[in-house]
């Protein structure tokens, strides 16, 4: 019957053979063993009709629809329907919310609820939760189990505040809840009738939130479950020694954590060295430019000296945790914070560095990147002093590492490893450039020797009435400012959020074939009108995704004062050019070295967060980024909001 139907195009359902049959002849078949079912009868022209609070009004046309359907199978097994109907009715239940594949249920449910004589709940269907390929979610898109994600280091909180906002929102551009937040919010009427996707950025951003919350002492123990995992940590050894290796580990990752698998990949990072034998084997592009800039061998060979003659600064063995630790004991998980007191390894490693700088005459990057690259094998990473002490950790006697499956590299091994790659240095690369062209000038400032001591006696009258000025990018040791790609854009149209109250939604050309469309959280600070034309400044290479629903795709540059209780649009030059990338004084833009990084790379390193301490107003309104304007082909960009924030 129902292969018949379907091959018609009929909607398959009961034919009514014995709907109305004699009860003499049904009975007689009972008694002669024939199986049977036991259906709903539907009555006549009856309709379902529900207050969907996700869909609105649905109706259906019973006897059309669903025609008799089975309760009891001939099995004697009651069918779902019927069980959850019966279920709802006995239990109370005054509120059903569940996946819109269950909304046809809702029919033969509502129909046995009225012959039951039973209210029926409110209901609720929401939309399906979808892959980011916009398929309906399946095992083929990752992770599906609870126990998969706690494998990969999602915490059960954060869990359950991203899955509520898949179809959900406060009406606020909040999207980070506790339990009890989630709780005090939740309104069903704000659930949307769109589908949402399952973006595991958006996870693991919103995880990271969760974890930054948290207390290092917290999370020791999820850190630690992370590291037997990938077999990093010995079984059954030394607890002390375990517990300090967690906590180093966990306090070193704490700020760029988005799951706690990441302080464990993090770790095996930071215990390997991946600097090649030879300097033809160097792949890093960025590493290999500054080897060449001549600076590298000279740092290089001077650390290997310095540790040879037992000069060079390595973590105490008797206080492993100093560079961890700040003077009240208290955890560091800041990376430009030093740890230890005095006479600890920290500062005498920062001593070192100072005298390291004054004897070779670099400073700055020129001397952080080779000392970086010398020691831990990459350009960038968290602070040297808490990398070494972490492998210190990892290679001492009876250590609580697994030295094997975390993959260490003893610093011993290091310096042998260095060696050989400083053999290798063409010689060419061997002499700093700069110092190179200083030794060619000297020919010239001989010719006018007399003239060059009398500029120097003037300078030095002048250096010793003037205080010197300290370079606030001196000490810098983040991405270059040429990582992020900032433009110009003209604001074409500004519309609030339709739910969330606090964000705008913004139209904005910033060069590019179609307009960008992007979120901001700057309504409580601006009106609509005063937005829409305006020239802004834009960070492009930030990778697409949801605030609130909304796919924000870049970000709005905006001056703020510290407290952030103003905010105002960064100002540009009207004669800017749309779409023109924003340039800094003393950053090559224009070579291969200059190009922005990708947007995946920008979200995954934390480029941004990195360089955004430097972005800073003047107190003259000028946003600069280590005391160095922004500038467009038009001249510089200014702020109407001086010694503040740009962000």
């Keep these: 019957m129902k292969a018949r139907m379907e091959a018609e195009g009929i909607p398959p359902r009961y034919d009514g053979t014995w709907r109305d049959a004699d009860p003499e002849v049904v009975a007689k078949k009972i008694a002669d063993g024939e199986p049977y079912t ?14 969907d609070a996700v869909r609105g009004t649905v109706a259906w046309d019973a ?42 249920n809702t029919l033969r449910q509502g129909l046995i609820l009225d012959a039951l004589g039973a209210p029926r709940p409110r209901y609720a269907h929401c939309s399906l939760i979808l892959g980011e390929d916009k398929q309906k979610l399946s095992k083929r898109h990752g992770a599906t189990s609870c126990n998969q994600f706690r494998l990969d280091g999602f915490l059960p909180d954060a869990m359950i505040n991203y899955l509520a906002l898949l179809g959900w929102n406060d009406g606020t551009d909040n999207e980070i809840f506790t339990r009890e937040e989630l709780i005090e919010a939740f309104d069903i009427d704000r659930i949307v009738k769109s589908p949402s996707v399952f973006d595991m950025d958006k996870l693991k951003w919103v995880n990271s939130q969760h974890l930054k919350k948290m207390e290092v002492e917290d999370l020791l123990g999820l850190v630690q479950e992370q590291l037997e995992f990938m077999e990093m940590i010995k079984e059954g050894g030394d607890e002390k020694k375990t517990r300090d290796f967690v906590f180093a580990s966990t306090a070193l990752a704490k700020q760029m954590m988005e799951t706690t698998q990441d302080a464990a990949t993090n770790a095996k990072t930071v215990l390997g060295y991946d600097l090649p034998a030879t300097f033809d084997g160097l792949s890093d592009a960025e590493a290999k430019t500054m080897v060449e800039q001549g600076n590298f061998y000279g740092i290089a060979v001077k650390i290997i000296e310095m540790h040879e003659a037992g000069s060079f600064p390595m973590p105490d063995a008797n206080n492993m945790l100093a560079a961890f630790m700040d003077g009240s004991n208290k955890a560091i998980v800041e990376d430009n914070q030093i740890g230890g007191d005095e006479g600890s ?44 002490s972490l492998l210190a950790m990892a290679s001492e006697d009876d250590s609580a590492v697994n030295v094997e499956k975390a993959g260490v590299v003893a610093f011993e091994s290091r310096v042998e490893m260095l060696k050989s790659f400083c053999e290798s240095i063409p010689e060419q690369f061997r002499v700093s450039k700069s110092a190179s062209i200083e030794d060619k000038s000297k020919d010239s400032a001989n010719d006018s020797k007399s003239e060059s001591k009398a500029d120097a006696s003037k300078d030095a009258v002048s250096s010793s009435s003037s205080p010197a000025v300290t370079d606030p990018l001196a000490e810098y040791d983040g991405p270059p400012i040429t990582a992020l790609d900032i433009r110009v854009g003209r604001i074409n149209k500004v519309w609030v959020h339709e739910e969330a109250d606090k964000l705008y939604c913004e139209e904005i050309d910033v060069g590019e074939e179609e307009p960008r469309l992007i979120a901001s959280g700057l309504r409580p600070y601006m009106s609509a009108e005063d937005m829409e034309g305006r020239l802004v400044l834009v960070l492009c290479n930030l990778k697409e995704r949801k605030l609130a629903g909304f796919p924000s795709h870049g970000m709005v540059l905006c001056a703020s004062s510290e407290d952030h209780s103003q905010v105002k649009l960064v100002s540009v030059p009207v004669e800017a050019k749309i779409g023109e990338r924003v340039t800094v004084p003393g950053f090559d833009f224009e070579g291969e070295e200059g190009q922005p990084y990708a947007e995946n790379k920008v979200g995954k390193k934390k480029v941004f967060e990195q360089i955004a301490p430097f972005l800073k107003s003047s107190e003259y309104g000028v946003p600069e980024f280590g005391g160095r304007p922004l500038m467009t082909s038009a001249g510089v960009c200014t702020s109407p909001i001086a010694n503040g924030v740009v962000a």
Excluded at 75 to 93: E, K, L, R, W
Excluded at 374 to 387: F, I, N, P, R, W
């Design 63 to 104: 006897e059309a629809t669903v025609g008799d359907f089975i309760l009891l199978r001939s099995s004697g097994v009651p069918v779902y329907n019927f069980c959850v109907a019966v279920d709802d009715a006995t239990m109370g239940i005054t509120t059903v919310i569940r996946a819109e594949e269950h909304l046809t």
């Design 38 to 51: 036991v259906r709903f009868k539907v009555p006549p022209g009856a309709r379902v009709v529900i207050d």
């Design 345 to 388: 390894y920290p500062m005498q490693y920062k001593a070192t560095m100072k005298a390291l700088a004054k004897e070779m005459g670099v400073k700055g990057k020129d001397l952080f990147h080779p000392v970086r690259l010398a020691l831990t094998g990459e350009m960038s990473g968290q602070d040297v002093t808490k990398q070494m």
